[in-house]
């Protein structure tokens, strides 16, 4: 396949595709910083279909998923959202596990739906994993639903 060069077991992403997503990547970006979540989301998108399939062995595709899924969170599109978190959580290619960022949307997303063990799990880990900025700039509720749901002083 010219796409894609393989290099030990994961594949890489030829040169030529990887600047084409960067190149998207950025534009999207643009857009999502004038609130333009259409057309960040088409260009996020446009990227993520450049990247073959199986998508979870790639690691631009953590970061496509998790920003289409971000701009849809920012919409209040939760289900949605979470679809794409979801998505980016499967990678393989890196230990999405260890992403606070992931790791917040993915809980705030399942509290939106009604989903509190799970919110509960993510928001914590989230929290463990960045425990003095994680919810800086969110909305208060995520986290006086962890400080209501866990017990914040043990995890310390």
């Known amino acids: 396949m010219s796409e894609e060069k393989v290099t030990g077991a994961a594949p890489e992403l030829s040169t030529e595709v990887a600047d084409e997503i960067l190149k998207l990547s950025e534009s999207g970006n643009e857009y999502i910083d004038e609130d333009d979540f259409d057309s960040a989301i088409a260009a996020w998108e446009e990227a993520l279909a450049l990247i073959p ?46 992403n606070p960022f992931i790791m917040l949307r993915l809980g ?45 002083t043990a995890q310390a």
């Not at 209040?76 to 959202?81: E, G, H, I, S």
């Not at 979470?82 to 980016?88: H, I, K, Q, V, Y």
């Open 108 to 152: 705030e997303c399942y509290l939106e739906q009604g989903d509190k063990e799970k919110a509960k799990a993510y928001l914590l880990k989230a929290y463990l994993l960045e425990p003095d900025g994680i919810f800086y700039g969110e909305e208060d509720k995520y986290f006086e639903f962890l400080k209501a749901n866990a017990d914040l």
């Open 53 to 98: 399939e199986p998508q979870n062995q790639y690691i631009q595709s953590v970061w496509l998923n998790a920003s289409i899924g971000d701009a849809y969170f920012l919409q209040d599109d939760f289900k949605t959202a979470l679809s794409f978190f979801e998505t980016a959580k499967s990678n393989t290619k890196e230990d999405v596990d260890t």
